[in-house]
C-alpha cells in the first residue's frame, strides 16, 4: 500500500483504455471482470487466465460464462498474436493452434453434453460420467462446474432446459 498513488489516482482498467503502449481488452468468460493486455505492434497478448500454457481453464458459473469464454478465444483468435503470456504455464508461441484447439476443445465437450441430454431431466451428477467419460473421476468436482457452464450456455441458446433438480434437451419446437 505505501508504493501505491493515492485513491484519487486510481481507476478501474477498461476495453480500449491505453496503459504504457499496451491495449485494455475486456475478455470476459474465464471471470466476468477478466482483461487482457494487448501490445499491437509486436502482437503480444498478456491473457491471465484466459488461455493457460499447459491444462484447461475451468469455467465456473456464475461468474464464468461459456459463451463469452469462446467468444472471447475467438477475439484472440482473430487477433493474430504472435506470442501470448498465461497467467499458467509456458509462454504459448503459436497463439492461433492453442487458441484453436481451445476452441475446437469446448465445441467438442458441448456436443458431448448435448448427446447426453434427452427428455428425461437428469441431474448433474447423472449427466458427469456421460457427458465427461474421457475426464478421470478425480476430476469430477472441476467438471462439474465446466458442465454447468456448457448447460447455462446450451439453455441461453434454446438448446437445453432446467426443470426441477435435472437437466433435458429442449425440444425443437419449444
Given at each position: 500500500?505505501?508504493?501505491?498513488?493515492?485513491?484519487?489516482?486510481?481507476?478501474?482498467?477498461?476495453?480500449?483504455?491505453?496503459?504504457?503502449?499496451?491495449?485494455?481488452?475486456?475478455?470476459?468468460?474465464?471471470?466476468?471482470?477478466?482483461?487482457?493486455?494487448?501490445?499491437?505492434?509486436?502482437?503480444?497478448?498478456?491473457?491471465?487466465?484466459?488461455?493457460?500454457?499447459?491444462?484447461?481453464?475451468?469455467?465456473?458459473?456464475?461468474?464464468?460464462?461459456?459463451?463469452?469464454?469462446?467468444?472471447?478465444?475467438?477475439?484472440?483468435?482473430?487477433?493474430?498474436?504472435?506470442?501470448?503470456?498465461?497467467?499458467?504455464?509456458?509462454?504459448?508461441?503459436q497463439p492461433r493452434l492453442l487458441?484453436?484447439?481451445?476452441?475446437?476443445?469446448?465445441?467438442?465437450?458441448?456436443?458431448?453434453?448435448?448427446?447426453?441430454?434427452?427428455?428425461?431431466?437428469?441431474s448433474l451428477s447423472a449427466l458427469?460420467?456421460?457427458?465427461?467419460?474421457?475426464?478421470?473421476?478425480?476430476?469430477?468436482?472441476?467438471?462439474?462446474?465446466?458442465?454447468?457452464?456448457?448447460?447455462?450456455?446450451?439453455?441461453?441458446e434454446g438448446r437445453a432446459a432446467?426443470?426441477?433438480?435435472?437437466?433435458?434437451?429442449?425440444?425443437?419446437?419449444?
Amino acid at each position: 500500500r505505501p508504493h501505491l498513488p493515492s485513491e484519487g489516482a486510481l481507476r478501474p482498467l477498461e476495453e480500449g483504455a491505453a496503459l504504457a503502449g499496451w491495449t485494455v481488452w475486456h475478455t470476459p468468460g474465464h471471470r466476468a471482470d477478466h482483461l487482457c493486455l494487448i501490445e499491437p505492434e509486436r502482437r503480444i497478448g498478456v491473457v491471465g487466465d484466459l488461455v493457460a500454457g499447459a491444462g484447461t481453464v475451468i469455467i465456473n458459473p456464475p461468474d464464468g460464462h461459456m459463451g463469452q469464454y469462446l467468444a472471447s478465444l475467438e477475439r484472440l483468435r482473430a487477433a493474430d498474436l504472435a506470442l501470448l503470456l498465461p497467467g499458467h504455464g509456458p509462454l504459448v508461441v503459436q497463439p492461433r493452434l492453442l487458441l484453436e484447439m481451445f476452441i475446437t476443445h469446448r465445441l467438442e465437450r458441448e456436443q458431448k453434453v448435448l448427446a447426453a441430454l434427452d427428455d428425461t431431466p437428469r441431474s448433474l451428477s447423472a449427466l458427469l460420467p456421460i457427458a465427461y467419460g474421457d475426464t478421470s473421476p478425480a476430476l469430477y468436482g472441476l467438471a462439474k462446474r465446466s458442465l454447468l457452464a456448457h448447460l447455462s450456455k446450451l439453455q441461453e441458446e434454446g438448446r437445453a432446459a432446467r426443470e426441477g433438480g435435472g437437466w433435458r434437451r429442449e425440444s425443437r419446437d419449444g
